[in-house]
């Protein structure tokens, strides 16, 4: 794919591994500038070594807005306007209800939602005063589709793709686009901690399988989805091969949830 982002400058959070890591390298091929965000310092900057002055590399912890404001005013007046948007940060706690404790609630929907308010605000404040922009959420299938043990990671994507939706409509008539991807399962570090035995390819092949008794469909494309995967549909909603795209949930799922 050939997206043309030359030129344009791009914020990627949680970026410093997995999915934001490969989206990082998939802009930066695309022609890109981009400044990699994530709590954990070692993976953005080893993008920005790999990637010379392509990537600058922050610390930035999504749940503090005022640490999002103060970066994202900093990326404006030191790098230029910024173009591209693009929420990846993303906690994971698995429980059931019943064990689900005040502390994993309130966490997953400070990173997973209210860090997309957080980044999203700071970034539309400014395309939407010059009239062009996108913001990209990386949000879940798991919103879409009930799972056992995920109610507060489904709720809380659940709760992002709604909020990137209406952040859609107030900016549209301002030329920011504002678009979610919604990622099934992929070969990461979040991915690997639910599979807790090691055997790597047994634990895809349950993921590719389903399980009726868990209510899980499996993967109708028979394989789990590698973040590049992911990477390339983030590419084409921030480019202008995109440019009648807004509001629009894009599942990348290998079609594990029959878009039912
Ligand atoms: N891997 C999957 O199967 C899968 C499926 C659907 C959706 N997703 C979503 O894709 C995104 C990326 O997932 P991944 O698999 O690469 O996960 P990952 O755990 O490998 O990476 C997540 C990154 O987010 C960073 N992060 C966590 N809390 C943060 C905070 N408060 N501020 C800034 N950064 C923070 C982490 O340091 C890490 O680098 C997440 O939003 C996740 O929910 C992943």
């Known amino acids: 794919m050939t ?17 934001g890591a490969a989206v990082v390298t998939a802009l930066v091929e695309e022609g890109a500038r981009v400044v ?3 709590l954990a ?5 080893a993008l920005a070594g790999r990637y010379g002055d392509r990537v600058t590399a922050r610390p930035l912890d999504v749940t503090d807005a005022t640490a999002v404001r103060t970066l994202v005013d900093e990326v404006e007046d030191g790098l230029g306007p910024l173009d591209i948007a693009v929420n990846i940060a993303g906690i994971l ?6 064990d689900l404790t005040d502390e994993d609630w309130a966490a997953t929907f400070a990173v997973n939602t209210t860090g997309v308010f957080h980044v999203s605000r700071a970034a539309a404040r400014h395309m939407a005063g010059r009239g062009s922009g996108c913001v990209v959420t990386v949000a879940s299938n798991a919103a879409g589709v009930p799972r056992a043990g995920l109610s507060a990671y489904a709720a809380s994507k659940a709760a992002a793709v709604m ?7 107030e900016l549209a008539g301002r030329g920011v686009r504002c678009n979610t991807v919604s990622p099934g399962s992929t070969l990461t570090d979040m991915q690997r901690a639910l599979w807790p035995d090691g055997d790597e390819t047994a634990a895809a092949r349950r993921v590719i399988d389903g399980d009726p008794a868990a209510y899980r469909t ?3 494309l028979g394989r789990i989805a590698e973040p590049a995967d992911i990477a390339d549909a983030v590419v084409f909603l921030a480019s202008d091969r995109a440019r009648h795209i807004t509001m629009h949930d894009l599942y990348v799922d290998g079609g594990a ?3 039912a």
């Open 218 to 220: 499996g993967i109708p």
């Open 3 to 19: 997206a043309g982002l030359g030129g344009r400058l791009a914020l990627v959070t949680g970026a410093g591994r997995g999915i």
């Open 41 to 45: 310092a070692d993976g953005v900057e």
């Open 36 to 38: 990699a965000t994530d």
């Open 257 to 259: 949830t029959l878009r």
């Open 93 to 98: 706690r698995p429980s059931d209800v019943v």
């Open 163 to 169: 909020f990137t939706k209406c952040l859609g409509l």
